[in-house]
C-alpha cells in the first residue's frame, strides 16, 4: 500500500508565492519518479512537475520557469515552489508516485 500526503496550497494574490509538499509511504523504491500534476473541472489532469531519483526535472509548459520542484535525499518527499502565480495556475494538484496518486489540494489564485 502507497500513501501521498499532500500538504501546503490555499489561496493567493496573482504574483504571490505558494509551495506544496509530499510525503510518500509504503513499498516504494527509492528510483521511482514523482511529482505533480494538476486539474481543473471539465479538463484533462496536466503535468505539472516531476522529478527522477537522479535530480532530472520536467515541467509542464504553461510553467516558463516560475515552478521548481526539489526532493529529499531520502527520496521520498517532493517539494513544488510556484512563484509569479496566475488565475489561471487554479486547479486541484495531485502528487504521483508510481501509478498511485494523492487525495489532491487545492490551489486558489485571485486577480
Known amino acids: 500500500q502507497v500513501r501521498l500526503e499532500e500538504s501546503g496550497g490555499g489561496s493567493v494574490q496573482a504574483g504571490e508565492s505558494l509551495s506544496l509538499s509530499c510525503h510518500a509511504s509504503g513499498s516504494l523504491s527509492s528510483a521511482e519518479t514523482m511529482g505533480w500534476y494538476r486539474q481543473t473541472p471539465g479538463n484533462e489532469r496536466e503535468l505539472v512537475a516531476l522529478?527522477?531519483?537522479?535530480?532530472?526535472?520536467n515541467y509542464g509548459r504553461f510553467v516558463r520557469g516560475r515552478f521548481s520542484i526539489t526532493r529529499a535525499s531520502d527520496h521520498m518527499s517532493v517539494h513544488l515552489q510556484m512563484n509569479s502565480l496566475k488565475p489561471e495556475d487554479t486547479a486541484v494538484y495531485y502528487c504521483?508516485?508510481?501509478?498511485?496518486w494523492g487525495q489532491g489540494i487545492q490551489v486558489t489564485v485571485s486577480s
Open positions: 522529478i527522477t531519483n537522479y535530480g532530472y526535472t
Open positions: 504521483y508516485r508510481a501509478g498511485f
